[in-house]
C-alpha cells in the first residue's frame, strides 16, 4: 500500500508544518509536483481549505497553458494566489535569450522568489522538490534550515530524526518543507492516476509547433521566441516531463495522450525527467549551488 | 483542465505496478568500505539509471573518479561538491530504486564519526541495517559504533555485507572469521536477525547475480534478500494511539482530531481515551477528503470526530480506553548527542516527543556509554557524537511509551533554546516516577500571605559581574538601605553560600551549573517566604541566568548587571585572585579562562567606573520602589 503511505506521510508533513509556522506559503509551479501537492495540502486540512495562500514566482516565460491552469485552479478551489514578479527583471528585459538561462534564472526565479518571501515575511515554505530529481536534493531534510538571506548551508543542517521536524527559527531565518522528499517520479504519475488530479494539458502528448534546439524540442508558445538562422518551427507529437519557462523546456516525442500512456512510458524511461532541463546543465554541480543561493 | 480517464488493460497492468511494499533501509559502515560503491552499483543492476545519468557518471568518473577508467559508482550518491572533492560522504542521502516485488528507499550514511548525527538522522526511519566491513580488514570500530546506534535506534533486521571479497580471494575462511565475530558482538547488543553476505560491490558478486567465485556460498544475494526480508513485526497487536497533530476547526459545527497512528486499529463506536487529561468518549467517524472510513490503522493520516465535545489540543494522545500509556514528567532515557555545545546537567531545553513540546533539563547524566565497547564512563558532560543515559525532569508530563515499543511515542528531540539547533536524540527508557503520583501540597498560607504580613513584594535582586567588580559591595549598601527602611531581606553570597550548602562543588563548567541551580532554587523559596534576597554570585553564563529566571514569577526576579570592566578588576585584584589565576594557579577562572556573558538585557545596568558604590545602590533602589 505503498501511496498510501506517502499519502500518510506528506499529510503529517503538512499538518506539522501548519501547527507550528506562523506564516506559511505554498509555492506552487503549476506543474504535476504542485498538483500533487496541492492535492495533499486540501487532504490533509479537509473540510477546510488549505490554511496558507498559494505562492507562484512568475518569470512571464511560462507556457500559456500554465498560467491558464493556475488561474482556473486556485478559482476553482477558492484559494488565495500570489503572483510575485520581478519588476527589476521587468523593466531591464531579463530573458533567456539576450542574458542566457543562468541569468535569467537567477533574477527572474531565486531573485524574485527572496523578494516575495520577504515582502510577506513568509517563515515557512512548502516546495514540491523530490529527492529521486538530483543528487544535491537527495541531500536535503524534509524541513530545511534556511539563514537569513534564505541561504541553504548542505554541511551544517539540522539532524531530522523519526518524524519529529525542529521548526524553530530566529527572525529572518525560515524552513522550506518538501512533502514530497520520499516520492519518485512515478509515484507522482500514479498517484495523478489514482486520484484523478487535474493536471496542464501539456503533459500528454499532441501535435505541437516545435523547433530543435541544442539536442532538444523547443515549443514555438508565442511569438516571442527569436528564431536562430534554419529553425523553422514544424509540428511534431510531443509532450512535457516537466514544465517550466518554454524556452527553456525540452520536450519529447511521444505518443502518450492518456494518463495511462504516460505511466507506461514512465515505466520504460531510458532519461530522467530533468533531462529536458537546460538551466541543469550550467555546470556540475549547479543544482546545489542554485540550492544555496536560495533557489527551490 | 484535463481530466485523465481511467482505462481497461493498460490500467490493471499498471495497478499491479503501483502497490508494490516498500522497505527502508541504512548503509553504513568504515570509510572506504564502499557503501556508495554498493548502491551505485545495486541503482545500476536494477536498472534505475537514466541514459542522462549514466552520461553524467561517465564525465563525473573521468574527472573525480577514483576507479582510473572504469566507471566510479560512489559518484552516483556523494551528491554535494564537498563530498566530491574529498572523495567521502558528509550528509545521509536518499536514493530510491525498484524491482518487480519491491520498491526501496536507501539512506546512504556517512562513516566518519563527526557525522555520527547524520548516520543517526537516516537510522531513525530504517526498518533495516546494511553493515558494510570491508573483507581485508575484517570489524572495525566504526563497525562496531555504527552496529551499537542501529541497535540503539530499534532496526530490527540487519545484514552484514563482507565486501571486498575479490582482494581476498573469495576466501570462505576469512568470511566465516569475521561472520562469527560479528554475531558474537551483535548478540550483546540485542541484534537478532543478521544475515551475512560475501560479495564485491565492485565485481557485482552477490549483489544481483549468485557470484561463480564464491561456489562455497549457497544464500541468496543481497538483492534477492532485500526482496524478500520480511520487517519484523511486533507478536501482539499494539493497541490504539495517535497523536493529536492538528484541531480541524473548518466551521462552527465541526472539531475534527487530525493525526496519524502511531499504533492498532481505530473504528467508529470505539471508546477511547483522551491522555493526559483520561476523558473517555467513543469516536463518532474516521472522517476526510474521500468520505467516511470505516477503519483506519497505524501509519494512516486521518481526522476522527468524537462523540463528546471533549477538550483535545494538539499534543494529546488519543489512545485505546483499557489500555492507556504512561504519562509522566520524570523519564529515564538513552541520549546520542549531536551538538558541539557538550551537554551538562541543568541546562533547559525544548523537549518534543510526537506533538507535544515541553520544557526539560537533565537532572542527572547516570553513566556514559563507550560507543565502541559499551563501557559505561562516568562523566559530567556529554560531548557531541557520544551516547549517555540521563534522567531528565519536565516541566509539564507527557504521554509516552518506552522506545522499544515504539518509535513514536518514545523517541524525542532536544532543542536549545537559545540557538534552536537540535542538540539531542533520546529514547525513552522508563518513567521515573509518575505524574499521578505528584500532587502539590495545596496551602492557606502562601506567598502572598506571608508578603502582606511583612508589608512588600518579594523579589530576587540578581547581581551578576566579573570577580572583583563590586557584586558584594553593592548588595551589602542596597541591603543596609532595605533594612533600615524596615524590610526583610536575607543575602546570599558567592562566598558564603560555597562555604556551607555548595562546599561539594568544583569550579568546572557543570560545577558551576549546578552551583547557580541550588542558589537559584534557594532563593526561590526565600522569595516564597516574602522575602526580598539579594544574590551575588558571578552567574557567568547566560543560559543559567535564564534559568534562575525562569524560576520566578513575571516582575520578580530583577537582574542587576555590575559592568566593571576586566582590567579594573584586575587592577582592585581585592582577593589576589587574578594574580594566582594568571600564574595559572587557579583554573577555570573567570574572565581570564572561562568565559563570562554579559546579559543582553538586564533590568538594572551599573557601570561602576561611571558611578560609585553608593550612587550604585540607589539607583537599584530606586528601580525596585
Sequence with gaps: MSLNTLESESIEIFREAVATAARPVMMYSIGKDSSVMLHLARKAFFPAPPPFPLLHVDTTWKFRDMIEHRDRTAAALGLRLIVHVNRDGLERNVNPFTHGSAVHTDVMKTEALKQALDAHRFDLVFGGARRDEEKSRAKERVFSFRQPGHRWDPKRQRPELWALYNTHVKPGESIRVFPLSNWTELDVWQYIRRERIPIVPLYFARERPVVRRDGAWIMVDDDRLPLRPGEIPQMRKVRFRTLGCYPLTGAIESDAETIEEVVAETLNARSSERQGRLIDSDGAGSMERKKQEGYF | ?625
Excluded at chain 2, 573521468?62 to 582510473?68: D, F, K, L, P, V
Excluded at chain 2, 509522566?328 to 541546562?347: F, I, K, N, T
Excluded at chain 2, 564512563?377 to 531528565?392: C, D
Design chain 2, 1 to 625: 483542465m484535463t481530466r485523465p480517464e481511467p482505462q481497461g488493460g493498460l490500467g490493471d497492468y499498471l495497478a499491479a505496478q503501483v502497490d508494490k511494499p516498500q522497505l527502508r533501509f541504512i548503509t553504513c559502515g568504515s570509510v572506504d568500505d564502499g557503501k556508495s560503491t554498493l548502491i551505485g552499483r545495486l541503482l545500476y543492476e536494477a536498472k534505475r539509471l537514466f541514459d542522462d545519468q549514466l552520461l553524467a557518471l561517465e564525465t563525473d568518473s573521468r574527472r573525480y573518479g577514483t576507479q582510473g577508467e572504469r566507471m566510479d559508482f560512489a559518484l552516483l550518491v556523494d551528491g554535494l561538491q564537498a563530498e566530491r572533492e574529498q572523495g567521502i560522504t558528509i550528509d545521509v542521502a536518499y536514493r530510491f530504486f525498484d524491482t518487480d516485488r519491491r520498491k526501496f528507499i536507501v539512506a546512504d550514511t556517512p562513516g566518519h564519526e563527526q557525522y555520527t548525527r547524520n548516520m543517526a538522522t537516516g537510522a531513525s526511519t530504517a526498518e533495516l541495517a546494511l553493515i558494510l566491513v570491508d573483507a581485508r580488514k575484517g570489524i572495525l570500530p566504526q563497525t562496531r559504533r555504527h552496529s551499537r546506534i542501529v541497535a540503539m535506534m530499534g532496526i530490527g533486521q540487519v545484514v552484514l555485507a563482507v565486501n571486498k571479497m575479490d582482494l581476498v580471494g573469495y576466501d570462505r575462511e576469512r568470511f566465516e572469521a569475521i561472520t562469527a565475530e560479528y554475531r558474537a558482538f551483535a548478540e550483546g547488543l540485542g541484534l537478532p536477525d543478521i544475515r551475512a553476505i560475501p560479495l564485491s560491490a565492485l565485481e557485482g558478486d552477490n549483489v544481483t547475480t549468485p557470484s561463480r567465485a564464491m561456489p562455497w556460498y549457497d544464500g541468496p544475494t543481497l538483492l534477492g534478500h532485500l526482496e524478500a526480508v520480511e520487517p519484523a513485526r511486533a507478536a501482539d497487536q499494539p493497541p490504539f494511539r495517535m497523536p493529536v497533530q492538528w484541531v480541524n476547526r473548518a466551521h462552527a459545527d465541526f472539531r475534527g482530531f487530525c493525526g496519524r497512528i502511531a499504533a492498532g486499529t481505530v473504528r467508529p463506536g470505539q471508546t477511547v481515551r483522551v491522555l493526559p487529561s483520561g476523558v473517555t468518549t467513543t469516536v463518532l467517524a474516521i472522517t476526510g477528503f474521500d468520505g467516511d472510513r470505516a477503519e483506519a490503522r497505524s501509519g494512516d493520516s486521518v481526522t476522527l470526530l468524537l462523540a463528546d465535545a471533549v477538550d483535545v489540543s494538539r499534543g494529546d494522545v488519543i489512545v485505546a480506553a483499557d489500555q492507556p500509556p504512561e504519562v509522566a514528567d520524570q523519564l529515564e532515557a538513552r541520549l546520542l548527542w549531536m551538538s558541539e555545545h557538550p551537554l551538562v546537567a541543568g541546562r533547559p531545553f525544548r523537549l518534543k516527543l510526537h506533538c507535544q513540546e515541553v520544557t526539560a533539563s537533565v537532572t542527572a547524566i547516570k553513566y556514559r556509554e563507550d560507543v565502541t565497547s559499551g563501557a559505561r564512563l562516568a562523566g559530567k558532560s556529554v560531548a557531541m557524537n557520544e551516547i549517555a543515559v540521563v534522567t531528565l525532569s519536565l516541566d509539564r508530563p507527557v504521554v509516552f511509551e518506552p522506545y522499544a515499543a515504539s518509535r513514536t511515542l518514545g523517541g524525542f528531540i532536544l532543542i536549545d533554546k537559545f540557538s534552536n539547533e537540535t542538540a539531542g536524540a533520546g529514547m525513552v527508557e522508563f518513567a521515573l516516577r509518575r505524574a499521578a503520583n505528584i500532587h502539590w501540597q495545596a496551602m492557606e498560607v502562601d506567598k502572598a500571605a506571608r508578603a502582606a504580613l511583612k508589608g512588600q513584594t518579594p523579589k530576587c535582586l540578581w547581581f551578576t559581574g566579573l570577580s572583583g567588580a563590586g557584586k558584594s559591595t553593592i548588595a551589602n549598601l542596597v541591603e543596609k538601605r532595605l533594612l533600615a527602611e524596615g524590610r526583610h531581606t536575607y543575602l546570599l553570597d558567592g562566598d558564603n553560600v560555597r562555604h556551607g550548602l555548595n562546599r561539594d562543588l568544583g569550579f568546572t563548567e557543570a560545577d558551576r551549573v549546578e552551583n547557580i541551580r541550588r542558589v537559584a532554587e534557594v532563593a526561590k523559596l526565600m522569595v516564597d517566604a516574602g522575602l526580598i534576597v539579594l544574590v551575588a554570585f558571578i552567574s557567568p553564563f547566560r543560559s543559567e541566568r535564564r534559568l534562575a529566571r525562569a524560576l520566578f514569577e513575571p516582575g520578580e526576579f530583577v537582574e542587576v548587571f555590575i559592568d566593571t570592566p576586566l582590567a579594573e578588576c584586575e587592577r582592585r585584584d581585592v582577593k589576589g585572585l587574578y594574580a594566582k589565576a594568571r600564574r595559572g594557579e587557579l583554573k577555570n577562572f573567570t574572565g581570564i579562562d572561562s568565559a563570562y556573558e554579559p546579559p543582553e538585557a538586564p533590568e538594572i545596568h551599573l557601570r561602576t567606573a561611571k558611578d560609585s558604590a553608593d550612587r550604585c545602590a540607589q539607583r537599584v533602589l530606586r528601580a525596585i520602589g
